[in-house]
């Protein structure tokens, strides 16, 4: 059993940078993959970056690639995403997500455990 707990979201300008952390407790996270999501107003919450138990792979939807760096530290059962070229279009909030299955995924359904979320706005 794990506990999520997401911080570091707020207003930003467009280009400008963000890092989010996703701290765990109640269970290492390395006995999890992990992923980020968020959700825009008035869309469904969509999958944005993943990575595996050790770190050793990670996995991007296309509009992030490029931009986004998802990272964890398992000696501080943290994972990160840095945020970088931020645009309006990114304005979500974002929630981390634990998944103990083998294989990474992008799917809402292979995730067990959820943080509450963090507000990222990003103004034009």
């Known amino acids: 059993q794990v506990q999520l707990a997401e911080s570091g979201g707020g207003l930003v300008q467009a280009g400008g940078s963000l890092r989010l952390s996703c701290k765990g407790s109640?269970?290492?996270?390395?006995?999890?993959?992990m992923g980020w999501f968020r959700q825009a107003p008035g869309k469904e919450r969509v999958f944005a970056a993943g990575i595996n138990w050790s770190g050793g792979s990670t996995y991007y939807e296309n509009s992030v690639k490029g931009r986004f760096t998802i990272s964890r530290e398992n000696s501080k059962n943290t994972v990160y995403l840095q945020m970088n070229s931020l645009n309006p279009e990114d304005t979500a909030v974002y929630f981390c997500?634990?998944?103990?299955?083998?294989?990474?995924?992008?799917?809402?359904?292979?995730?067990?455990?959820w943080g509450q979320g963090t507000q990222v706005t990003v103004s034009s």
């Open positions: 109640g269970s290492p996270l390395n006995n999890y993959n």
């Open positions: 997500a634990a998944d103990s299955s083998q294989y990474l995924s992008d799917s809402r359904a292979k995730y067990n455990y």
